[in-house]
């Protein structure tokens, strides 16, 4: 199951996100067999997506965090999202949907 998250994550950023070329800036910091991390910033939130393997985290595979570069640096995120053992593949890519409409709402 892992292979296949972390297969649709990277077609998801290569695809869905370099349709925003224009507002949302993309860094792979690492994309290996095992992982995959991805710094997403706008004007007003910086994000960062992480798929790996399990560990003792929150989340299963995925997660999503974004944060408002508006408010103060201590803060609850702006958005966040983590992946559970009940997700499908599609499940995780429409809630990393839900995450870039976000951050686009507002910029």
Not at 2 to 22: H, I, M, P, R
């Amino acid at each position: 199951m892992f292979d296949d998250v972390l297969q649709a994550v990277k077609n998801w950023v290569s695809k869905e996100l370099g349709k925003y070329n224009d507002k949302v800036n993309i860094e792979i910091i690492s994309e290996t067999a095992d992982n995959l991390l991805v710094n997403i910033d706008t004007k007003r939130y910086i994000g960062n997506l992480n798929v790996s393997m399990p560990d003792f985290r929150p989340y299963r595979y995925v997660e999503l965090y974004i944060l408002d570069t508006q408010k103060d640096v201590i803060q609850s995120p702006a958005f966040v999202y983590y992946d559970n053992e009940n997700e499908s593949v599609s499940d995780i890519i429409d809630n990393l949907n839900k995450g870039i409409k976000f951050i686009l709402s507002e910029t």
